[in-house]
Each structure stands twice: as C-alpha cells, then as structure tokens.
C-alpha cells in the first residue's frame, strides 16, 4: 500500500539521468511530482512520459518539479530520455531504496503511483489508478 496523505515525503538521494546527485531536501519549498513507473521504454511507461513531456511547460509555469523514478540504470535512463525528448530528470533507482521507502515495490519493479510533495515535504495527493495517455493533465487538475 502507498504512503498516505500527511505524511512527510522520505527524503532521498539518488542520481538523475545525466549522473548528477538529486535529494528531494533540494526542492524544499517547491512542489514537487514523483511518479514511479515500472521500466523504461515499455508501452504505457512510454505514453506516461510523454504525458509529462507534453505538458511539461504548464509544470515549469507553475514552479512544479517533475521526476520519473524507476528501477531502471542511468544509462536506460539516458536512452529513454533522449528517445522521447523527456525534458524532466529520471532517477536512478537500481537497488530498489526509493522505490521502498514510498512502499510501492513490485517485486523487482516501481509500481505506478504518483505522489504529490508540497513545499513543507509532506505527501499532499496520491495517484494509484493511473491512466497514462493522460496522467500528467490529470495531476494537474489536482495541483492547480
């Protein structure tokens, strides 16, 4: 079961698509989007990015962080990115502890939930019944 509302968001540190070091405690003030999804390059995973892609300008008007999380290595990560001209961060996950502390393990893979941080670091929305083609328009309606 996903972390809940009100709780404070596990902070982390990781590494991006590009190798650079990524904390959640960086973007403290700002809000921030965190979805997980199982793999890179795979048919709704794909549709899902592309979502965010797609509206990605509205996130950015709205000073709201975007990052993808999976399982998946850097260099998936990389190929992905540049594949679909993402132009949000994906963060490295390989050893399952992120993906752990915001108990949406699959066994092996991140399950697709998307969680919602607002400024303070706590949990404000989650979205576990997730329809790809629409995901990144659909967290918006709840952000504002």
Do not use: W
């Not at 079961?1 to 990524?22: E, H, Y």
């Not at 962080?65 to 994906?90: C, I, M, T």
């Amino acid at each position: 079961m996903a972390l809940t509302v009100g709780t404070i968001a596990p902070n982390f540190n990781t590494t991006d698509d590009t190798g650079k070091t990524v904390s959640l405690s960086d973007f403290q003030g700002k809000v921030v989007v965190l979805y997980f999804y199982p793999k890179d390059d795979t048919p709704g995973c794909t549709k899902q990015a592309q979502s965010f892609r797609d509206n990605y300008e509205q996130y950015q008007d709205k000073e709201i962080v975007v990052f993808g999380v999976s399982r998946d290595d850097q260099g998936s990560h990389a190929q992905f990115k540049e594949k679909y001209s993402l132009p949000f961060q994906l963060l490295v996950d390989t050893d399952g502890a992120i993906t752990k502390a915001y108990d949406v393990d699959g066994g092996g893979y991140s399950k697709r939930v998307t969680y919602i941080i607002d400024g303070e670091g706590k949990i404000s929305h989650v979205e576990d019944k997730v329809n790809t083609a629409t995901h990144a328009s659909d967290i918006l309606c709840v952000v504002g």
